[in-house]
Antibody
Framework: QVQLKESGPGLVQPSQTLSLTCTVS????????VHWVRQPPGKGLEWVGA???????EYNSALKSRLSISRDTSKSQVFLKMNSLQTEDTAIYFC??????WGQGVMVTVSS | DIQMTQSPSSMSASLGDRVTITCQAS??????LIWFQQKPGKSPRPMIY???NLANGVPSRFSGSRSGSDYSLTISSLESEDMADYHC?????????FGAGTKLELK
């Protein structure tokens, strides 16, 4: 069945780079898009960006300068990299297959 | 960017009540909107796609509608399991944007 699972460090220092991995199963990355969505504690959802089935990417305009999304189709993995992290980037980060199936999310705290 | 203005931000209602939550789009989004339900500690669950279409397994008491730039999620008869946060998402234009969310609580 379709599954997505996020992994990555729970704690990142300010100004450092966040690296997250979304490992998927039950579907092909070459036929489906994967999106990243984040949610600061107690707040609403924010679309972060996406990688499409053909490999093209789209990013939240407010994050674009700091963000990179890529993939390894052979490993069924999608990667998110965000640099220059600030405390405002503290959030649960979700990956989702075009919003129908979602991972459980990974909590990322930006703190020294 | 397209702004999605969601209202109310929170509401309390009684079991059996009819409840409506609305998202207003700042630009035309066609019917390219998804409504999500999110319970504490859980991932969002899609409820309604492309404005009026129910996602698989969603009870028929949920419905979606559109009037101009206003998109509504209605629960016809509130049940206890419906207490959750609700979010709208427009996927007409990049960047995709969510409404601020509605917290639905039991009165």
């Amino acid at each position: 069945q379709v599954q997505l699972k996020e992994s990555g460090p729970g704690l990142v220092q300010p100004s450092q780079t966040l690296s997250l991995t979304c490992t998927v199963s039950g579907f092909s990355l070459t036929s489906n898009s994967v999106h990243w969505v984040r949610q600061p504690p107690g707040k609403g959802l924010e679309w972060v960006g996406a990688i499409w089935s053909g490999g093209s990417t789209e990013y939240n305009s407010a994050l674009k300068s700091r963000l990179s999304i890529s993939r390894d189709t052979s490993k069924s993995q999608v990667f998110l990299k965000m640099n220059s992290l600030q405390t405002e980037d503290t959030a649960i980060y979700f990956c989702t297959r075009y919003f129908d199936y979602w991972g459980q999310g990974v909590m990322v705290t930006v703190s020294s | 960017d397209i702004q999605m203005t969601q209202s109310p931000s929170s509401m309390s209602a009684s079991l059996g009540d009819r409840v409506t939550i609305t998202c207003q789009a700042s630009q035309d989004i066609g019917n390219n909107l998804i409504w999500f339900q999110q319970k504490p500690g859980k991932s969002p669950r899609p409820m309604i796609y492309f404005a009026p279409n129910l996602a698989n397994g969603v009870p028929s008491r949920f419905s979606g509608s559109r009037s101009g730039s206003d998109y509504s999620l209605t629960i016809s008869s509130l049940e206890s399991e419906d207490m959750a946060d609700y979010h709208c998402l427009q996927y007409k234009q990049y960047p995709y944007t969510f409404g601020a969310g509605t917290k639905l609580e039991l009165k």
